[in-house]
């Protein structure tokens, strides 16, 4: 694709990639700055490189991440050295640079572009099998992954030397029986922060003590060396540079004096807060802030603790929300009795803050979990039906100014698939195709699994024409993909509608339409909607 640019857009094109390299700097300083206690020294280097990034995004005509880096300035410009970001300055920093990462292009927006960024570090292979790992290493590059294989031993040391992976995809007896682990304990000694390694064996499954060796030397998993499909989507979750969404903490407390002090301590550790010294406000504070966890006081005027947690569990959609009691209260019985009415823990003030953040982040934690296993469907961890059509909802109501194009794919003759093949293969492809989709959109393009074999895709800022070049390009990739390591090769058919005003239910029939007739033409090809459907 870059082959046929003139040379003032493959200059162009090579300078857009120091704008987006310089992002992924921005993104990085941010997401140390909370272990690094915001102390001045590093947020005097976040500030650099976010003005480095005004700089170059001026200076390459990248118009968006100019004005994303300006919102990081202005914000930046009133939090006084020394200190760190309170609620309101922590939730407009994180939003803005969550929108930066979402700049980032699609891995379809131009294949030769993404070779061209250095950051993009190597994952090394290192598998006695040699067959086993081409086809580990092939099967990666078509998810956007950059293998190196390493054959021996000494290879792996040297090229450990010249360059740190990403992560080690590892056998637990590469060169020996047994010497994977020993490669892994020498590797990892002098090591501050631990490489991610993923262990594979063959046949056997590991014991216990394998597995508990693994885990005291940086091993994330254990996987069968075949099971090619596990590795990549570990290495996807493992790699995936999208910043977290900040936890949301509603502290609800009369004293105004502890409710600051304690929002303190959270902001500190990047959590936005939100404090209701009124607990009679607290169901209006709740719909417009939606937090992730209450903290909360037991004996408050007007209500106390208990009472409003059994107020709040009443509702529907707070069932799952922690609720954790904050109090002075010693007594043993009445803390079990608050956590009967509703609440999940109880922390006696004063708390260490140690101590309360990592009850927080374990509660929070679990709890998006969880809501992620509501939201998404089990095979593919793509969001099921109904999640899908409510990321559509709101996508309309968030992106009004931009295009969005809904995208409906369904495998081809994936009944032949089970049936020559077994069930268990049709479900690997399933889950190929959702990794596939994954690894090759956007983080910010939601995609569902719409039913058995039909997925859908919601591209946000694309037009129809936009998103048929995406798609097609997805097409002709997936094509290439071999299932099961031996012959099977599976095609898909796609329809596109451009969002133009209308509802859902439309929009997702004109998108149907179009896929119906790329299937009655043929198959494997992508139809947008035309006029009249
Ligand atoms: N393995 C597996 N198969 C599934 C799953 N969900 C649906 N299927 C199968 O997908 C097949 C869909 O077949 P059809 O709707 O006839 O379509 P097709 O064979 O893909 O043919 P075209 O769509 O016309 O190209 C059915 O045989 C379903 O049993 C699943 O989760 N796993």
Request: charged share 20%.
């Amino acid at each position: 694709m870059t082959d046929n640019l003139t040379p003032a857009a493959r200059l162009k094109q090579h300078f857009s990639f120091r704008v987006i390299n310089q992002v992924r700097q921005v993104i990085d300083l941010w997401r140390q700055l909370p272990a690094q206690h915001w102390s001045a020294e590093r947020m005097m280097d976040f500030t650099l490189a976010v003005e480095k990034l005004v700089r170059f995004s001026q200076r390459f005509e990248a118009a968006r991440h100019e004005k994303l880096a300006r919102q990081l300035l202005s914000t930046l410009a009133h939090i006084a050295v020394g200190h760190s970001p309170d609620s309101a300055q922590l939730e407009s920093l994180n939003q803005t640079i969550i929108a930066l990462s979402k700049t980032a292009l699609r891995h379809t927006d131009d294949k030769a572009a993404e070779t061209l960024i250095p950051e993009k570090k190597p994952v090394y292979i290192a598998l006695s099998n040699t067959d086993h790992a081409l086809t580990m290493a092939e099967q990666m590059q078509y998810f956007g992954l950059r293998p190196e294989l390493q054959r021996t031993a000494h290879d792996f040391s040297q090229a450990l030397e010249r360059r740190h992976p990403a992560a080690v995809v590892l056998d637990l007896d590469f060169a020996g029986p047994g010497q994977g682990l020993e490669l892994a304990q020498s590797l990892q000694q002098s090591r501050e922060n631990p490489l991610p390694v993923l262990f594979t064996y063959r046949e056997t499954p590991p014991t216990l003590e394998q597995r508990l060796a693994t885990l005291r030397n940086g091993g994330l998993g254990i996987y069968e060396e075949m099971d090619v499909q596990s590795v990549i989507g570990h290495l996807e979750n493992l790699l995936d540079s999208t910043p977290d969404v900040p936890f949301k903490i509603l502290i609800i407390d009369d004293s105004r004096a502890q409710a600051t002090h304690t929002a303190n301590v959270l902001n500190k550790a990047g959590m936005v807060t939100q404090v209701a010294n009124d607990p009679l406000l607290v169901l209006d504070v709740l719909s417009g802030f939606t937090p992730d966890l209450i903290l909360m006081d037991m004996y408050m005027p007007g209500c106390n603790g208990m009472e409003l947690a059994k107020v709040i569990r009443q509702q529907r959609e707070y069932i799952n929300l922690p609720i954790i009691y904050l109090s002075g209260e010693e007594d043993r019985e009445r803390q079990l009795a608050a956590m009967a009415e509703g609440g999940d823990d109880f922390l006696t003030k004063p708390v260490d803050p140690g101590h309360l953040l990592t009850t927080l982040r374990n509660r929070v934690s679990r709890a998006r979990q969880l809501q992620n296993l509501i939201a998404c469907d089990s095979l593919t961890g793509l969001l099921n039906h109904t999640h899908l059509l409510g990321a559509l909802q709101d996508a309309m109501r968030k992106n009004e100014d931009v295009p969005i194009s809904f995208v409906m794919v369904d495998i081809d003759h994936f009944k032949q698939v089970n049936d020559r093949y077994g069930h268990p293969a049709g479900d690997l492809v399933i889950r190929n195709l959702s990794l596939f989709l994954r690894q090759s959109l956007r983080k910010s393009d939601p995609i569902g699994r719409y039913g058995g074999e039909e997925f859908a895709i919601i591209l946000i800022d694309a037009t129809a024409q936009q998103a048929r070049q995406i798609m097609d390009d997805i097409r002709l990739n997936f094509a290439n993909l071999i299932h099961d390591g031996q012959s099977l090769r599976v095609t898909f058919s796609c329809g596109i509608a451009e969002w133009s005003g209308q509802s859902i239910s439309e929009l997702v029939a004109t998108s149907d339409q179009a896929l119906y007739r790329a299937k009655h033409n043929g198959r494997n090809q992508v139809q947008t909607a035309e006029q009249g459907e």
